[in-house]
């Protein structure tokens, strides 16, 4: 499907983007090559479906997306497709690519998004929506499925947000309704069978794919509308495809080609990401239905996986990542009903390798002393709680079934065994909400801290926004001023740290919850005038919006502010995302009836849990008897990377390598490991160093053969050798370094002899010196003069080949330079032709006070 001179034209591109790398901000997020990242040959692709998993918001944000890891993994293990990714460039990528014509592009290999077979786009949230349409414009993909033909992708959405795709509807090709596991390959094979047939074939694939069960083609849909605004219908315009369309279920236990049924081998980031460790789903759905969350009544029925599977996964995950924690991630974790054998079996495998575990919100009622011992057991991280309201009469309301005495008495337990920071989650604005009920979440937290001397608690505080195919579809949401009001009253009252969401923004987030297609006009409109990124709060532009609801007549007072009645037809009816409407509804009235009710003696629908006494997990201390000193080079795209992002990379593949590695020892301990000078994003390094302190002996040959099997691509070993343990620091050893410059020809000025003597006239001036910007103890920025004779102990062109400048460098401290500095000072170069400078370490040395040199 993809011709061989389109693959050699996408390989052209490639160095396209590579320089664009050196020119945006944070450039290791676009790279890619991660650990356990797949790639297949251009022969492979060429007879196969190829997909492109894009995730609407940055790579640190999406990364941890447990669906695209899914899909990606299934996608890669057939024989007839392959999977890549693409998450959101930023803005000055985005800038960059617009001004020099060049599309949007796959992490992996780098080809434009548009050339794949179809473009997948998880729907996380609905304020990520204008990035979508940010993402298929970069891509040269028409926004609007209509405005598509055969020269184009099949773009296609599923995820969360999928249970109202309908503000969305005009954009997506198709929409895939509940799990995606399954129905992801019949979709491969449907647009693999209607390509092969040759000719026109959008408009028959179309037809094809609204018949698979879980799949929603909305341009066969038509919406129809009363006077006043309200969905009259949304009925197919043909009888061969379906008057609703069924959610799809996956079994979550249901093993794949490589024996598990979730990867053990997930792509592990360069960069560090909003939920930086092995994330393993241990279940699906969640038990409670409490009446405000989408997801409890969407993900119906409650799956689990069971302890023993759970347990061979998280080793085997482990094992391929060298991750330092592990997350048992689900909506309720401490309801699976064998969490405690699985926590307690797990600590006793992981702990001695100074791995944590952790758990997402916890129910109050659900925390034990078994839980408690286990989760402290290697890192006392903080605990998150979520009572959800104020007072028991509102969490009755709501279906949150905990009482007061059961939250503090959960957060004395937490104190007790040694926690010092909890999370609290709070919603405000929720249905037949009182001023009591707001004092209420005061009182609960005024009564904790008095009973807890010493206990920080951090609170977030989340408006209540409704959502399609819950009970609350038909309340009213409040209205700003209402929210703000009721969000100063609690900042003024509440003792803690406050996070609280953007008001505005959740104007914009109700509307699309609830919203029909003509939405689409809205979200377009809103992305024309530059919104992108609004989930980010710092990003977010209110005013946008308030234009584009007025230009568009798409209001917060039709979509968000208003009562529905019992027999409004919604924009989602014709998709079946959990109960029937009719037992909502009754759900509905029963919340109104309980909110004015007496509150019963047992509120519980379900029974505790059991508290098992906690079982004594015992971390060895051992200490280190050898340390090994390596020393790797990095080259090509990973030169990108921080030397936080590297130092994390070495860590990890010291993990995967199984190295009996020493730890410090108190609450968070540290892998002993040291390492060089800090490298600059940017740089090629023939010398980083560092040191590993081990609790056995090893041979240093055999070590570092099993440190190179680990290492990223672009990574190389280069040396390993035994070094004493008494030993000083290397970054307190290392005084001179050997770096080289490349220079772009048409930089570099002259010939060779009048770049030689060039560069002796620069050298023997007076008064040379650099002006660099730091900050004083103010927080004032002003400029430092630095004399760089003393730091250039050698400057000279390279004899042969490409211009390369070298220069020989004393490391000095609060004096070192960046070398493309010093070049771009003897050359007369501005800041974007300084960027266009490669530079490469070659060398450190160690000069003694005698005078004589070494390398580390």
């Known amino acids: 499907m993809t011709p061989p001179e389109l693959l050699k034209a996408r390989e052209e591109a490639g160095t396209d983007y590579e320089a664009l790398f050196a020119l945006v901000g944070k450039p290791s997020r676009y790279i890619g090559g991660e650990w356990n990242s797949v790639t297949r040959p251009g022969s ?45 460039a930023d803005t000055d990528l985005a800038q960059a690519l617009r001004s020099r014509g060049l599309p949007f592009f796959s992490l992996e290999s780098r080809r434009p998004i548009s050339a794949f077979d179809i473009v997948g786009f998880g729907l996380p949230y609905e304020l990520c929506y204008t990035n979508i349409l940010e993402m298929l414009d970069l891509s040269g993909i028409p926004l609007r499925s209509a405005g598509r033909d055969e020269r184009h992708p099949l773009v296609i959405a599923g995820g969360p947000c999928a249970v109202n795709p309908e503000p969305l509807a005009d954009f997506f090709d198709a929409v895939v309704i509940g799990d995606g596991e399954e129905v992801i390959g019949e979709i491969v094979e449907r647009v693999r069978e209607a390509k092969s047939a040759g000719g026109p074939w959008r408009q028959k694939l179309l037809g094809s794919l609204a018949r698979v069960e879980g799949l929603y083609v909305p341009s066969l849909y038509r919406a129809e509308y009363h006077p006043d605004g309200r969905v009259a219908s949304v009925r197919s315009q043909s009888p061969d495809v379906p008057a609703r369309v069924a959610y799809r279920r996956w079994d979550i236990s249901r093993a794949g080609e490589d024996g598990f049924s979730f990867p053990v081998r997930p792509v592990v980031p360069f960069v560090q990401t909003v939920h930086d460790r092995l994330n393993v789903e241990i279940q699906r759905g969640c038990p409670w239905r409490c009446r405000f969350c989408q997801a409890g009544f969407s993900y119906r029925p409650y799956r689990e996986r069971s302890a023993k599977e759970l347990l061979a996964i998280i080793d085997e995950g482990l094992r391929n990542t060298g991750y330092d924690a592990v997350t048992l991630a689900g909506l309720s974790a401490a309801d699976h009903t064998e969490i405690v054998p699985l926590l307690q079996t797990l600590a006793e495998h992981v702990s001695s390798k100074r791995i944590s575990i952790g758990l997402p919100s916890t129910r109050a009622d659900r925390f034990t002393l078994a839980l408690a011992g286990v989760l402290q057991a290697v890192r006392r991280q903080s605990l998150t709680f979520a009572p959800e309201g104020g007072t028991e009469r509102l969490r009755r309301v709501i279906r949150k079934e905990l009482t007061e005495f059961e939250i503090r008495e959960t957060l004395k337990m937490a104190h007790a065994n040694g926690w010092k920071n909890v999370k609290l989650y709070f919603m405000y604005g929720l249905p037949t909400e009182t001023r009591e009920d707001l004092e209420g979440i005061v009182k609960l937290v005024l009564d904790s801290r008095r009973e807890n001397r010493g206990l920080s608690l951090a609170l977030t505080l989340s408006p ?88 568009t007549g798409l209001t917060p007072d039709f979509f968000c502010y208003r009562e529905r009645g019992e027999d409004e037809v919604f924009p989602w009816d014709h998709l079946q995302g959990g109960p029937e409407k009719r037992a909502l509804w ?45 020393r790797v080079g990095r080259k090509g795209s990973v030169r990108f990377l921080s030397h936080l992002e590297q130092i994390e990379l070495v860590r990890r593949a010291l993990r995967r390598a199984g190295f009996p590695v020493a730890f410090t020892s108190g609450f968070h301990p540290q892998m002993k490991a040291a390492f060089g000078p800090a490298i600059s994003v940017g740089y090629e390094s023939d010398c980083e160093y560092f040191d590993v302190e081990l609790t056995r002996r090893m041979d240093a040959e055999s070590a570092g053969e099993d440190l190179s099997r680990q290492l990223p691509q672009g990574f190389r070993l ?100 960046k070398p493309e500095r010093i070049a771009a000072l003897y050359l007369g170069l501005g800041p974007e032709e300084t960027q266009s400078l490669r530079v490469t370490r070659k060398a450190f040395y160690i000069e003694k006070k005698d005078g004589t040199v070494s390398e580390p």
């Open 464 to 551: 209540f926004v409704p959502k399609p195919h819950t009970p609350y579809q038909w309340a009213a949401q409040d209205r700003l001023d209402v929210l703000k009001e009721k969000l100063a009253f609690l900042r003024k009252n509440l003792p803690a740290k406050i996070r609280a969401h953007g008001l505005e923004q959740i104007v914009v987030e109700g509307v699309l919850s609830r919203g029909d297609r003509r939405c689409s006009e809205l979200v377009e409109a809103a992305w024309k005038a530059g919104a992108v990124f609004d989930e980010w709060g710092e990003r977010f532009r209110f005013e946008i919006w308030e234009k584009a609801m007025a230009d």
């Open 44 to 88: 492979f692709r060429e007879g196969a479906v190829g997909v492109c998993l894009c995730f609407p918001d940055l790579y640190e944000t999406g990364f941890a997306n447990t669906g695209i890891e899914i899909l990606y993994r299934k996608l890669n293990a057939r024989d007839d497709a392959y999977a890549e990714r693409a998450y959101a």
């Open 718 to 817: 280069l040396k390993a050798s035994r070094v004493p343990l008494f030993f000083p620091s290397l970054e307190s050893l290392i005084n001179r370094v050997d770096v080289s410059v490349a220079v772009p020809e048409g930089l570099a000025g002259g010939g060779r002899g009048e770049r030689i003597d060039s560069l002796r006239r620069f050298l023997e001036q007076e008064d040379l010196a650099l002006e660099k910007p730091k900050k004083d103890k103010s927080g004032q920025v002003r400029l430092v003069r630095i004399p760089l004779k003393p730091l250039i102990l050698k400057a000279e062109w390279e004899g042969t080949g490409a211009p390369e400048l070298l220069f020989s460098l004393r490391i000095a401290p609060g004096g070192n330079l």
């Open 586 to 630: 009754n759900d509905y009235r029963t919340a109104l009836r309980q909110a004015g009710e007496p509150l019963p003696a047992q509120p519980h629908l379900k029974e505790r849990p059991e508290v098992i006494p906690p079982g004594k997990i015992h971390l060895p201390a051992a200490s280190a008897v050898q340390r090994i000193r390596f």
